[in-house]
C-alpha cells in the first residue's frame, strides 16, 4: 500500500482507502512510511491495516519485478559501472502495480537485447573516466576528448570510433572481457588509448588492468 497526502494508503487490491491503526508503532500523522504491507484489514469506522511493516520502494522493483512497468534506460542520469555485479547499469523510470505508483529511479543491468551498442559505448565512457580501472583515472587530465562525447552517435572522433570498435571486435564490455583479452594480448587497446591522450603515451603500456 502506498501513503497519500492525508495518511490514506491505497491498496493495489481495492478502490477503497485504508488507515494504520493508531495501535501501530508505525502510526504517526507526520512521518508515516511512504510504502507498506499488511498482514490483514479490519473495518470498524475505517478499514485498518493490521501486521503493518514499512517496506523501502526500491524492494517493490527487485522483488516484484513482474508488476512494474519500466522505462527504456534514460539518457540522464548517465549509466553508471557497478564494481560487485561488474555491469554498467542504466537509470529507468518504474511504475508499479496497477494504480502506476511511481517509484524513485532504479538501476538496471544494460544485458537485455538491443542494449549492446549502448552498454559498450558507456562502458567505454566509464573506462576514459577511471570507474572500471582505476589506474586509468591518473590520465583524465591529458585527455583531449571528453569520455561523455563516447554516450553520443552524433560527436565521435576519430579516437571515440577506434576505441569502440576495438572494444567491439574483441567483444569486450566489462572488466573481465578486458582482462581475458589483454591476457591473450598484452597490447590490447593501448594504441586506441593513446588517441585519447596528449602527454604521457608511454604511461599506457604500464597501467596494471
Known amino acids: 500500500a502506498q501513503v497519500n497526502f492525508d495518511g490514506a494508503y491505497q491498496c493495489t487490491s481495492m478502490a477503497d482507502p485504508v488507515f494504520i491503526h493508531p495501535s501501530s508503532v508505525l502510526f504517526d500523522e507526520g512521518s508515516q512510511p511512504a510504502f507498506v504491507c499488511y498482514h490483514e484489514l479490519v473495518t470498524t469506522s475505517k478499514t485498518y491495516m493490521r501486521g503493518v511493516t514499512a517496506i523501502e520502494p526500491d524492494w517493490l522493483f527487485n522483488l516484484a519485478r513482474s508488476q512494474c512497468t519500466v522505462s527504456r534506460p534514460l539518457d540522464s542520469p548517465l549509466p ?74 552524433t560527436r565521435n572522433s576519430r579516437a571515440c570510433n577506434a576505441l569502440l570498435q576495438r572494444l567491439k571486435s574483441a567483444s569486450v564490455d566489462s572488466l573481465e572481457s578486458l582482462r581475458r583479452a589483454r591476457a591473450r594480448d598484452r597490447a590490447f587497446l593501448v594504441p586506441e588509448l593513446k588517441m585519447w591522450v596528449k602527454r604521457y603515451r608511454d604511461k599506457i603500456s604500464e597501467i596494471v588492468f
Open 80 to 153: 553508471v559501472y557497478d564494481a560487485e555485479s561488474d555491469a554498467v547499469m542504466a537509470f529507468v523510470r518504474v511504475h508499479f502495480g496497477p494504480h502506476r505508483w511511481e517509484l524513485p529511479l532504479q538501476k538496471r543491468p544494460l544485458d537485455e537485447e538491443g542494449d549492446a551498442e549502448l552498454r559498450r559505448r558507456h562502458f567505454a565512457r566509464l573506462l576514459l573516466e577511471g570507474k572500471v580501472v582505476k589506474s586509468l583515472a591518473s590520465l583524465r587530465p591529458f585527455l583531449v576528448h571528453r569520455p561523455s562525447d563516447l554516450a553520443s552517435k
